[in-house]
């Protein structure tokens, strides 16, 4: 079933919503939030933003009391205050998860100094209570709840007495202490909705980014799994992203591609679409394109691989020029992918058709032996009757090999002795193609594998009678060796004739179905990789300095001991 990007969208912001209700459920007020986490960057900044503000504060009220008359302990208080705040400003880390009770001992020293200044100035309330205005918002900002108020009577009470130890009570001075105290209510509710205002901003852009982190997360998955390379192009032509399959066909590694990495770099003929496209806004030509993804692994044939790719070009915001997406078909896995869908309804063709072209050819067969019985004094008549036996076992053999077309069934995996079977598979082979000493075979170890019997001899036969058929045929023209390789748990068959071997231009095409140098059907080496690729293994050309040396690789078994 198909899932639209806005399902994707509305089912990760439900989830973070869902993450947003259960986190309020927990805690209900940042006091009681706080105290089980740590303070995020803004609490902390806002935290130094005070310590600032009160540094200010008390330098202005020591250099007030140094041009005055005032005493000197007004003098001394102003100034430890001060350096009390320049401290605090390096120390904030070490009350991490105790915020509460740091904003508690500041707005006491705070209202400390204010009553002492109020006490030994003799001066109205209104002349420093102000200053706790900033004060009190910023604890309706941390607290956000009932707190705050409680933080707010308390420093209006604490006003209150020192007013009234400076002058006797009357109405004037309560009158004052009270709007003093209104104000500080009033900038405490002011606090708590601007940071609860700032809370639900703060929640809505931390949903949102979760969304767009598994947006981004999304789109690169669905792009790394594309059957298509997909390269993104700023607009000098660096290189700002690229799938894994475009950087296996463009470089031939998987890996990242190095920062800073130019369009020229990867490929002049690619660069020059590309050019073409942002210069005309379309590229005037559209045929496909032939890029070089170097050589082979070591092991192989050691020939330059090259691909054929289709580039598509789609701009990135057009109108800012943000740059230019590429992408790439593989031409070559395209006509693969029909040649397997031709094959495979050929396979089925023949598998329904085998049968009635089996039956005469059978009665062929036979009447050829009766034939051959009668006239077995005329020695043309029996070439003659050995030429139609020999040919009615070509179009069977024929039959058989298009019949197996599209065969990648695992059949049954049964475990073999892998120097055994081939072994057997040499015997077998020796009396049908009159090669008698032609073949050496050496094993190092019992190798197992599981897989199923009639494949594997199928794979053998065929790399067994396709090296002799290529070789020169002496004794020992063809080599047959049977190992393994822990490291990567493969077994590995080697059969390496005296021939002359495969030229360059056709190595690229020795496992298409139907290519032939030798007169053959052409499927030998298909049906070799068809049925390697289906057990898990591989086929390939390996390299060599005389003849050819075809390497089989199919999965280690590993044998259980009986005890």
Wanted: glycine fraction near 8%.
């Amino acid at each position: 079933m198909a899932v639209s990007g806005q399902q994707i969208r509305n089912a990760a912001r439900g989830v973070s919503r869902e993450a947003t209700r259960s986190g309020s459920r927990e805690s209900t007020s940042w006091h009681a939030n706080v105290k089980a986490s740590e303070v995020d960057q803004t609490d902390l900044r806002l935290l130094r933003l005070l310590a600032l503000y009160r540094a200010v504060v008390g330098v202005a009220l020591a250099v007030l009391a140094a041009g005055t008359d005032a005493r000197v302990e007004t003098y001394a208080a102003a100034f430890a205050y001060a350096a009390w705040a320049l401290f605090s400003l390096f120390t904030f880390q070490r009350f991490r998860g105790r915020i509460p009770s740091l904003l508690l001992v500041q707005l006491t020293i705070d209202l400390a100094l204010i009553a002492f200044v109020l006490i030994t100035t003799q001066t109205r309330i209104t002349a420093y209570a102000a200053y706790l205005f900033p004060i009190a918002a910023a604890h309706g900002w941390f607290f956000r709840s009932r707190i705050a108020f409680a933080h707010a009577a308390f420093a209006a009470m604490v006003l209150l007495v020192a007013e009234w130890f400076v002058r006797d009570v009357s109405v004037s001075g309560v009158t004052q202490a009270a709007v003093v105290g209104a104000g500080y209510f009033l900038m405490t509710a002011v606090g708590m909705l601007l940071g609860g205002s700032a809370a639900s901003s703060e929640e809505l852009a931390i949903s949102r980014s979760e969304d767009i982190r598994r947006l981004a997360q999304v789109n690169q998955m669905v792009i790394s799994e594309l059957s298509d390379g997909v390269l993104a192009i700023n607009a000098d032509g660096q290189v700002i992203m690229s799938n894994p399959r475009a950087r296996r066909w463009l470089t031939g590694d998987d890996a990242t591609m190095r920062p800073q990495l130019h369009i020229d770099d990867v490929s002049i003929t690619l660069s020059q679409r590309w050019r073409s496209f942002v210069q005309r806004g379309s590229t005037v030509d559209g045929s496909p394109i032939t890029v070089s993804v170097g050589p082979r692994v070591e092991g192989e044939t050691g020939v330059a691989k090259s691909k054929v790719l289709l580039p598509r070009f789609m701009p990135i915001d057009v109108q800012q020029n943000g740059g230019t997406i590429i992408f790439l078909e593989d031409l070559d896995q395209a006509q693969a992918e029909a040649q397997q869908i031709k094959l495979a309804a050929l396979g089925r063709l023949s598998a329904s058709i085998a049968h009635e072209i089996r039956n005469p050819l059978s009665a062929i067969k036979q009447a050829a032996q009766l034939l051959g019985e009668e006239v077995q004094g005329s020695e043309q008549a029996m070439s003659l009757s050995r030429i139609i036996d020999k040919n009615t076992e070509r179009i069977d053999r024929i039959v058989r090999d298009v019949s197996l077309l599209g065969r990648r069934d695992r059949g049954t995996p049964e475990m073999l002795s892998l120097p055994s079977m081939t072994k057997e598979c040499i015997q077998e082979l020796i009396p049908h193609i009159n090669a008698h000493g032609g073949y050496q075979l050496s094993a190092a170890g019992d190798v197992h594998v599981k897989v199923d019997k009639s494949h594997l001899e199928e794979m053998l036969n065929n790399l067994l009678s396709n090296a002799w058929r290529h070789s020169r045929k002496n004794r020992g023209s063809v080599r047959v060796s049977v190992g393994s390789n822990l490291e990567t748990q493969r077994a590995i068959i080697q059969v390496h004739d005296d021939g002359d071997g495969v030229p360059k231009n056709v190595v690229d095409k020795i496992f298409e179905p139907f290519f032939s140098g030798s007169g053959s059907t052409g499927l030998g080496l298909y049906l070799v990789r068809e049925l390697a690729q289906s057990a898990g293994g591989t086929v390939r050309l390996g390299q060599s300095t005389s003849g050819a040396r075809f390497v089989l690789e199919l999965p280690l078994a590993t044998v259980k001991n009986p005890g």
